[in-house]
Antibody
Framework: VQLVESGGDLVQPGGSLRLSCRAS????????MNWVRQAPGKGLEWVAQ????????YYVDSVKGRFTISRDNAKNSLYLQMDSLRVEDTAVYYC????????WGQGTLVAVSS | QSVVTQPPSASGTPGQRVTISCSGS????????VAWYQQLPGTAPKLLIY???ERPSGVPDRFSGSKSGTSASLAIGGLRSEDEADYYC???????????FGGGTRLTVL
């Protein structure tokens, strides 16, 4: 099992970013997937979750209306579209397989600053 | 707002048994499974326990989990220096329709 995140960057407040997570070593379409973040020096915070076929999505309140989780099972890929970014969204973003997440990627850093 | 609470720190000496608690409510721990994660510095979290007390393949049986009512615990027996890490509990919350992580417990091996 391997999960590789990408797309993290430095962005200004109000900006947008799209994170990707490429999965391999398992049948991607058989698993729920998650995004979990960790602000510098802080604990883990679950961000979003998506069902195997994309028909159900759940978000933490703080990102509702700003972030969108999606997946492309044909490409074995998970995405997080992040709009209207805020300073407090600064964190390492991990993708995780299953519920609860059993395998995690190495994370990608999103820094929101002017 | 639903919250899952852990002690910020714990400690023990090599060979000891330590326990880390996780306290919630009826909408989360009281009605859902609990998972536990270990996070070593600079690395991604690792699943230690799922469904309250199940261990994934490869996790030593020194690690055990339990749940009673709206609280859960992680026990680490035969403490080793390599167990020094941050530990997080996690559970689904029915009211929030989302996952909650505890604030994390930093374990120090003295």
């Amino acid at each position: 099992v391997q999960l590789v995140e990408s797309g993290g960057d430095l962005v200004q407040p109000g900006g947008s970013l799209r994170l990707s997570c490429r999965a391999s070593g398992f049948i991607f379409s058989s698993y729920w997937m998650n995004w979990v973040r960790q602000a510098p020096g802080k604990g883990l915070e679950w961000v979003a979750q998506i069902k195997r076929d994309g028909s159900e999505k759940y978000y933490v309140d703080s990102v509702k209306g700003r972030f969108t989780i999606s997946r492309d099972n044909a490409k074995n890929s998970l995405y997080l579209q992040m709009d209207s970014l805020r300073v407090e969204d600064t964190a390492v973003y991990y993708c995780g397989r299953d519920v609860p997440p059993d395998y995690w990627g190495q994370g990608t850093l999103v820094a929101v600053s002017s | 707002q639903s919250v899952v609470t852990q002690p910020p720190s714990a400690s023990g000496t090599p060979g000891q048994r330590v326990t880390i608690s996780c306290s919630g409510s009826s909408s989360n721990i009281g009605n859902n499974y609990v998972a536990w994660y270990q996070q070593l510095p600079g690395t991604a979290p690792k699943l230690l326990i799922y469904r309250n007390n199940e261990r994934p393949s490869g996790v030593p049986d020194r690690f055990s989990g339990s749940k009673s009512g709206t609280s859960a615990s992680l026990a680490i027996g035969g403490l080793r220096s390599e167990d020094e890490a941050d530990y997080y509990c996690a559970t689904w919350d029915d009211s929030l329709s989302g996952w909650l992580f505890g604030g994390g417990t930093r374990l120090t091996v003295l």
